[in-house]
């Protein structure tokens, strides 16, 4: 099988290059990426050198070269990880983000049209949900929950979704999406919560909090999601969405404390800051579908899932100290100095 992996220099499909490409020696990974600030080739380091692995840079935007890369590689599979992914981000910038989700996801889709396909998989988010209240702890998104979405991502986010449905509906495209909660783990950009407190609290630097800290996610060890998505593009039923979920909820304070108990800081670097506009409450997944029809579970408990994490942070210094010392210090800068 030759499958292109969109994104594949990112934080989650960086941790899918690595599986696939150990896990199938015999299947060929291409992976395609744009290399925006949040695609970092030291995160492909450990593959580079594999016989069964290429990388591609170029833009899922760029209608020429997808077409181009289509019709030499002709894949099997495309699995769609390529977006711009932050939140706070797409309030500041909205515009890439309609550009990269939705129009990048278009050109892969017509592609698809073109040259044909055996699976298009879209990797999507449950936040294209929308947000549950914090006092209703009973309910949770299934797929049939309806899309209602609150930030810029999340709105184009599910666009893409409706998109990839639209094609797999009017032009017969075989395809199958995801919607998986808040990923942590290895290689997470240090602009999200749980690495940007390990590596603050590492250099002692306050650890800020949106709000009172009590918004709700619901938090899976990143290996778990590449297994399911592994699952899915093999065993998943064709036009079917799959919701990815460990039942791990956490408020955002209970998630920073972790981190500070289990490095041996103090809680006196919690520092609250202005609230994220239009923050959603709570997150939380039903993964009764996947279970029940794929046999997927999580095999990362959240307790033991964060300390591997901050051990490879530990570990894996220089990944994360470059990132932080580039160009992401002016992000930084914006982002809190006056919040
Ligand atoms: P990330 O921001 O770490 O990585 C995104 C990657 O896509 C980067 O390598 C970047 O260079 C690349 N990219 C961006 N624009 C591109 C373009 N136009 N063409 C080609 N490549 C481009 O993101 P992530 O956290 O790894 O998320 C990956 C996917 O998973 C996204 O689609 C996201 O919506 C989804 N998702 C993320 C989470 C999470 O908790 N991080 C949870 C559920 C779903
Ligand atoms: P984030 O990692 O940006 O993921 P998402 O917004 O997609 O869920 O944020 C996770 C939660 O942590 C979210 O409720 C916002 C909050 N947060 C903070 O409190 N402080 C921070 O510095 C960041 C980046 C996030």
Redesign the pocket.
């Known amino acids: 099988m030759k499958i292109i992996v969109t994104g594949g220099a990112g934080f989650i499909g960086g941790n899918f290059v690595h599986l696939m490409v150990n896990k199938y020696p015999e299947d060929q990974i291409i992976c395609l990426d744009a290399l925006t600030y949040a695609g970092n080739m030291e995160t492909l380091e450990p593959v580079m050198n594999k016989p069964n692995f290429k990388f591609v840079k170029g833009d899922i935007a760029d209608r020429e070269l997808v077409f181009h890369l289509f019709k030499e590689e002709k894949p099997d599979v495309i699995v769609n990880f390529a977006a711009e ?4 981000r797409s309030i500041t910038d909205p515009g890439i983000f309609l550009k990269t989700n939705i129009l990048g996801t278009g050109v892969l889709l017509d592609a698809c049209k073109e040259f044909g396909i055996q699976r298009y998989h879209q990797v999507s ?1 449950d ?1 294209v949900y929308g947000d549950l209240p914090l006092d209703r702890p009973d309910l949770f998104f299934t797929e049939e929950t309806p899309l209602h979405t609150s ?1 810029p ?1 999340s709105a184009s986010k599910a666009s893409a979704d409706l998109l990839v449905l639209a094609y797999h509906r009017t032009f017969q495209i075989p395809v199958t999406i995801s919607r998986c909660s ?1 990923n942590y783990g290895p290689y997470h950009f240090p ?4 690495p ?2 390990i590596a603050n609290a590492l250099n002692d630097k306050p ?5 009172k ?1 009590e ?3 619901d938090w899976l060890y990143v290996e778990d999601h590449c297994l399911a998505i592994d699952l899915i593009i093999r065993k998943g039923k064709v036009g079917e969405v799959y919701n990815i979920g460990g039942h791990n909820e956490k408020t ?1 304070l209970e ?2 404390k972790t981190v500070i108990h289990e490095l041996g800081k103090s809680e006196d670097l919690i520092e609250y ?1 202005t609230d ?1 506009p239009g ?2 409450m709570r ?1 939380a997944i039903d993964p009764a579908k996947i279970h029940r029809e794929l046999g997927w579970l999580p095999e990362t408990k959240f307790e033991d899932g964060i300390k591997k994490t901050i051990q490879w942070y530990l570990d894996h210094k220089h990944w994360w100290e470059s990132i932080i010392s580039g160009e992401y210090q002016n992000y930084y800068e914006k ?2 100095g006056n919040r």
Not at 85 to 88: A, L
Not at 207 to 211: F, I, S, T
Request: hydrophobic share 30%.
């Open positions: 992914s932050h939140v706070d988010t936040e930030s991502y808040n602009e999200k919560l749980i940007l407190i650890l800020p909090v949106y709000g800290g918004n709700v996610r955002n998630v920073v800051v994220r923050h959603d997150y982002q809190y």
